[in-house]
């Protein structure tokens, strides 16, 4: 409710001090809970994905999203993306029928300092699916069915 | 300025361990930690001050390669039993992540229940008066007996199994480790921890921890979060290894 009051104050001034502070709040909080090691994934880099969902696994103890995404040079290449367990992910409101094959899909992960295509959600940013924001910039999901 | 403040308050408000929705008003038997329990500390072991280690103990930290802190290797390259799923055990369930991985106490008469929610594992602590065993069998969770000292619980343990890791950081704990919790529930919605772990065969001396706060967290129920050996064999082929670069064919 705070957030949600404070996110509002946020949008009516439009301040990007402002705007700078939620993002550092989420960034300083997800940093803290995350738990995924800190060896693997580049916390410096952020990856924007658009393509096609091919499977999501919602398994325990990490789910896993996999998508076919093209490069900048229009190759097709396959990601899997790194989440928390379901148990996690269902409290902030997400759910096994969230994605499923074929869905039009777009968010953003930080990738492997590996240099392959794997990566670790960033679920404080936008994940669209088919066209529609399935997750709120406070962190809970829309329902999209 | 104004606005640059207010965003400040509402991080420190968001993030702040003892946060303003304690009600140290509000009536509560101290002699009861029936219910979940939700860290707030950010310090995933003990305190950040490790004492020295032996040689046995340095030995087992350096064989240790971890995927969180200083050490961090990638997930696919590192051998914390963690990501085998292994049992965590005692005392590293304390320190699993900030506030996403609650635990509960359930109180009976003889016995408090320690349920922690990763890896759906419950701990028991004996409070029929019985003493410690002399020399048990090691266990991944140890054996545990707890005794009040009037408001603060105190539980004893000791036959640890040496293969779990004290932290997420690679910390050694061996069978010889003895460990003593100090809770305290310091008004409804606060319990305090304090843990001294002396294990003289991994330490030069005893290690005192950091006091730990707990938060209870009502509308939190506990939720099966079972690490499950097979899909976390499939996750570490498809994910874990790829992101270390090991690409399975």
Same mark, same amino acid.
């Given at each position: 409710?705070?957030?949600?009051?404070?996110?509002?104050?946020?949008?009516?001034?439009?301040?990007?001090?402002?705007?700078?502070?939620?993002?550092?709040?989420?960034?300083?909080?997800?940093?803290?809970?995350?738990?995924?090691?800190?060896?693997? @994934?580049?916390?410096?880099?952020?990856?924007?994905?658009?393509?096609?969902?091919?499977?999501?696994?919602?398994?325990?103890?990490?789910?896993?999203?996999?998508?076919?995404?093209?490069?900048?040079?229009?190759?097709?290449?396959?990601?899997?993306?790194?989440?928390?367990?379901?148990?996690?992910?269902?409290?902030?409101?997400?759910?096994?029928?969230?994605?499923? @094959?074929?869905?039009?899909?777009?968010?953003?992960?930080?990738?492997?300092?590996?240099?392959?295509?794997?990566?670790?959600?960033?679920?404080?940013?936008?994940?669209?699916?088919?066209?529609?924001?399935?997750?709120?910039?406070?962190?809970?999901?829309?329902?999209?069915? | 300025?104004?606005?640059?403040? =207010?965003?400040?308050?509402?991080?420190?408000?968001? &993030?702040?361990? !003892?946060?303003?929705?304690? +009600?140290?008003?509000?009536?509560?038997?101290?002699?009861?930690?029936?219910?979940?329990?939700?860290?707030? #500390?950010?310090?995933?072991?003990?305190?950040?001050? $490790?004492?020295?280690?032996?040689? /046995?103990?340095?030995?087992?930290?350096?064989?240790?390669?971890?995927?969180?802190?200083?050490?961090?290797?990638?997930?696919?390259?590192?051998?914390?039993?963690?990501? %085998? &799923?292994?049992?965590?055990?005692?005392?590293?369930?304390?320190? =699993?992540?900030?506030?996403?991985?609650?635990?509960?106490?359930?109180? $009976?008469? #003889?016995?408090?229940?320690?349920?922690?929610?990763?890896?759906?594992?419950?701990?028991?602590?004996?409070?029929?008066?019985?003493?410690?065993?002399?020399?048990?069998?090691?266990? /991944?969770?140890?054996? +545990?007996?707890?005794?009040?000292?009037?408001? $603060?619980?105190?539980?004893?343990?000791?036959?640890?199994?040496?293969? %779990? *890791?004290?932290?997420?950081?690679?910390?050694?704990?061996?069978?010889?480790?003895?460990?003593?919790?100090?809770?305290?529930? !310091? #008004?409804?919605? %606060?319990?305090?921890? %304090?843990? $001294? =772990?002396?294990?003289?065969?991994?330490?030069?001396?005893? *290690?005192?921890?950091?006091?730990?706060?707990?938060? =209870?967290?009502?509308?939190?129920?506990?939720?099966?979060?079972? &690490?499950?050996?097979?899909? #976390?064999?499939?996750?570490?082929?498809?994910?874990?290894?790829?992101?270390?670069?090991?690409?399975?064919?």
């Amino acid at each position: 409710m705070f957030v949600r009051r404070f996110w509002t104050v946020c949008m009516r001034t439009k301040l990007a001090r402002c705007m700078f502070c939620v993002a550092g709040l989420f960034m300083t909080c997800a940093a803290i809970v995350a738990h995924h090691g800190t060896g693997t @994934y580049d916390s410096t880099k952020s990856v924007t994905l658009s393509g096609i969902v091919t499977e999501f696994a919602f398994t325990n103890p990490h789910a896993a999203l996999f998508v076919d995404a093209k490069d900048e040079t229009g190759k097709v290449v396959s990601w899997a993306i790194e989440m928390n367990s379901p148990g996690v992910l269902a409290r902030a409101g997400w759910s096994k029928k969230m994605f499923k @094959y074929g869905d039009q899909i777009m968010l953003t992960v930080r990738p492997s300092k590996a240099g392959t295509p794997v990566g670790l959600i960033n679920r404080q940013k936008p994940v669209v699916v088919n066209g529609k924001e399935v997750l709120k910039a406070d962190g809970t999901a829309n329902a999209i069915d | 300025m104004r606005h640059t403040i =207010l965003a400040l308050i509402a991080t420190l408000a968001f &993030c702040s361990p !003892v946060s303003a929705q304690a +009600s140290p008003s509000l009536p509560h038997d101290s002699r009861d930690l029936s219910g979940t329990w939700t860290r707030t #500390n950010r310090v995933l072991t003990m305190s950040n001050e $490790t004492p020295p280690m032996t040689a /046995w103990g340095k030995a087992k930290f350096d064989a240790a390669k971890p995927v969180y802190g200083p050490r961090a290797v990638a997930g696919g390259l590192g051998n914390d039993p963690m990501m %085998t &799923c292994d049992p965590v055990g005692m005392p590293r369930y304390l320190f =699993l992540e900030v506030s996403i991985y609650p635990m509960e106490f359930v109180q $009976t008469p #003889n016995r408090i229940l320690q349920h922690f929610e990763w890896g759906n594992a419950y701990r028991q602590i004996w409070t029929d008066g019985r003493q410690l065993p002399k020399d048990p069998e090691p266990a /991944w969770m140890g054996y +545990s007996v707890g005794r009040w000292d009037g408001d $603060t619980l105190i539980v004893n343990s000791l036959g640890f199994d040496e293969r %779990t *890791w004290l932290d997420h950081f690679g910390n050694p704990v061996s069978d010889q480790a003895r460990v003593e919790e100090r809770y305290r529930r !310091v #008004n409804r919605d %606060t319990l305090e921890l %304090t843990i $001294t =772990l002396n294990d003289p065969k991994a330490y030069a001396k005893p *290690w005192v921890s950091e006091k730990k706060l707990f938060k =209870l967290d009502p509308k939190h129920e506990i939720q099966e979060l079972f &690490c499950v050996p097979s899909e #976390n064999d499939a996750f570490n082929k498809r994910v874990r290894d790829p992101g270390a670069g090991i690409i399975h064919k």
